[in-house]
């Protein structure tokens, strides 16, 4: 049973800076793909960044240079280091999972490219 829970999330002024997390469990995969989306009120659920067993990585275009993904040794925590936060960044920002081998995209992840999902944690801007 896949379990992945996001947190971190929080009020952030422009420019600001936040890093969220998302612990996986209930899985061990030698190989797999995992990634970050985030959905605006109103707006469909977009991919932001994705990681894979090669140690590749891929953003999309909107935050490359802003934000980083990256997982912990044990490779059971994902992170996403958000700088240079811009009202345009807030939402519900979810984690998935794949198993298996890729080919690392170098493209943001889309919906259909991961199959197990969090919750999410909200990102909110405060003036």
């Known amino acids: 049973h896949v379990e992945l829970v996001e947190s971190g999330g929080g009020s952030v002024q422009s420019g600001g800076s936040l890093r969220l997390s998302c612990a996986a469990s209930g899985y061990i995969y030698s190989q797999f793909s995992m990634g970050w989306f985030r959905q605006a009120p109103g707006k469909e659920r977009e991919g932001v960044a994705a990681?894979?067993?090669?140690?590749?990585?891929a953003y999309a275009d909107s935050v490359k240079g802003r934000f980083t993904i990256s997982q912990d040794s044990a490779e059971t925590t994902l992170y996403l280091q958000m700088n240079s936060l811009k009202p345009e960044d807030r939402g519900m920002y979810y984690c998935?999972?794949?198993?298996?081998?890729?080919?690392?995209?170098?493209?943001?992840?889309?919906?259909?490219?991961?199959?197990?999902w969090g919750q999410g944690t909200q990102v909110t801007f405060v003036s």
């Open positions: 990681i894979f067993s090669t140690g590749d990585t």
């Open positions: 998935a999972t794949r198993e298996g081998y890729t080919t690392p995209w170098h493209r943001a992840p889309r919906i259909n490219d991961l199959d197990f």
